[in-house]
């Protein structure tokens, strides 16, 4: 267990609709990283949150967009779904920012129908 | 784009055999890292190597880094069931942490 926790597990939804994955990070780690996993593009960066700002923004599309609380969780808001939404939405976390180890969370399985 | 590359994309051994894959990447890098995922699962941190270190060890874990010939090799020692996994080489650098598309390990009992 990573003590990086992600719900809900599974969302099954419909084209057009919009969700909220959330992510509560490690305790004492101040930057979370959000990635999407799908079996054609593989594991791609979409962006990262350190100690509430933004710092690094990578494939992520205008459709989707994210923000960190004072308490440090953190929610990725997807709008607009399509099928090729659907993938594994992973929350990782450090205790700075940089690009060293991260812990990942166990992921939240996004179905768009 | 920084992105790793593992070779083989699976390999299947017999338990107890060493298992070895490799990760080539095109720039420059601060460091390399290794990361297990089990199906469908979180994935793993299991190792980093800086970009001025040449060979690390973890356990029955072995990774090497050749700067020159930008690549890194991952070998997993007396290999168990519990090693079916993928690995991925992510590689962080200017453009952030960067993964492959992963080796698929099988070891057969």
């Known amino acids: 267990d990573s003590g990086v926790t992600q719900t809900p597990k599974h969302l099954i939804t419909a084209t057009g609709q919009r969700v909220t994955l959330r992510c509560s990070p490690r305790s004492g780690d101040l930057s979370v990283y959000w990635y999407q996993q799908s079996l054609d593009q593989g594991l791609q960066f979409l962006i990262q949150?350190?100690?509430?700002?933004?710092?690094a923004k990578g494939n992520i599309l205008e459709r989707f967009s994210a923000q960190q609380f004072p308490d440090l969780h953190s929610e990725l808001n997807l709008s607009s779904l399509e099928l090729g939404d659907s993938a594994l939405y992973f929350c990782?976390?450090?205790?700075?920012?940089?690009?060293?180890?991260?812990?990942f969370g166990p992921g939240t399985r996004l179905t768009v129908t | 784009s920084q992105q790793g590359e593992e070779d083989p994309q699976a390999l299947s051994i017999q338990e107890g055999e060493n298992a070895t894959m490799n990760c080539s990447y095109k720039t420059s890098i601060n460091n390399l890292q290794w990361y297990r995922q089990n199906s469908g699962r979180g994935l793993v941190h299991l190792i980093l190597?800086?970009?001025?270190?040449r060979e690390k060890h973890s356990g029955r874990l072995r990774v090497t880094l050749d700067t020159s010939k930008k690549s890194s090799s991952l070998l997993i020692t007396a290999s168990r069931a519990a090693d079916t996994a993928s690995y991925f080489c992510a590689i962080g650098g200017a453009d952030g942490l960067t993964f492959g598309k992963g080796t698929h390990l099988i070891i057969q009992p």
């Open positions: 190597i800086r970009s001025n270190e």
């Open positions: 949150y350190y100690n509430g700002e933004e710092r």
């Open positions: 990782a976390s450090s205790p700075r920012t940089g690009w060293r180890e991260q812990y």
